[in-house]
């Protein structure tokens, strides 16, 4: 019996040394206001980015703040335009690298300056037999001899016929393909095929994301690459636009 009293002494003491209910509540509210704190820091992040346009900051931002306070007024709101940010931060993304594939040259030459846009095809063709490579498409502005755009092959040649004159088929995001006439210049300095107007090709090239060409060669018949297009900043080509 002693024994008994003397236990429930001891639980009624730990009892009286452990946090009362109202102790508990105020460390809950506590740590509800920190994590809403927090919550509202990232939300704000995440309306900087948006405000910015930088869609992909602002979707790091959204994404942090969905995952690890879920349940707090600030995700509430950010959830209302997270879907619409995702979308801009992989378009933007997309544009990114789009932008990315395009090269871009200036050299002086003479007393004027030539400028260059140059693209590689998407996938590698065999256009000789020995294996498939790349083809590169060209934009030239050239102080002397003026504007002008060129397929380049890194092997073969394209057909004897256009050596004097042919055609090139292109296609843009899937429309109708249509014929463009082209040449091939009597040189061996590079394995080149001019488009003889530079001008449409390259209107169309600016309001495409891909074009899709086709050409003739010397040893295996027709061949069709394409360009991912779409990431040409006009402004490296003065006056073309």
């Given at each position: ?152 092959l890194q092997a073969g040649d ?40 530079d001008k449409a090709l390259w ?39």
């Amino acid at each position: 019996m002693k024994r008994n009293l003397t236990l429930a002494a001891l639980v009624l003491v730990l009892a009286a040394c452990g946090p009362s209910e109202a102790e508990l509540r105020a460390a809950a509210e506590a740590a509800a206001a920190q994590k809403e704190q927090a919550a509202a820091e990232l939300a704000r992040q995440y309306d900087d980015a948006l405000a910015a346009r930088k869609w992909e900051m602002a979707r790091i931002h959204g994404a942090a703040l969905l995952a690890q306070y879920p349940d707090t007024q600030a995700a509430a709101q950010v959830q209302a335009t997270f879907d619409e940010t995702k979308a801009k931060a992989e378009a933007q993304r997309e544009q990114e690298r789009l932008s990315s594939l395009w090269n871009y040259a200036r050299v002086a030459v003479g007393k004027g300056e030539q400028r260059s846009a140059m693209i590689y095809s998407k996938q590698p063709v065999d256009v000789d037999g020995s294996g498939p490579r790349t083809v590169q498409l060209v934009f030239r502005d050239h102080p002397q001899w003026g504007r002008s755009a060129y397929l380049v092959l890194q092997a073969g040649d394209f057909a004897k016929a256009c050596y004097g004159s042919c055609s090139v088929t292109v296609a843009a995001d899937g429309a109708a393909p249509k014929k463009m006439s082209a040449n091939r210049p009597k040189t061996d300095e590079a394995i080149a095929m001019f488009i003889d107007n530079d001008k449409a090709l390259w209107k169309l090239v600016r309001k495409s994301k891909a074009i899709e060409v086709e050409f003739q060669t010397r040893d295996v018949g027709p061949c069709k690459v394409v360009f991912e297009v779409g990431g040409l900043d006009g402004k490296q080509m003065p006056g073309w636009d």
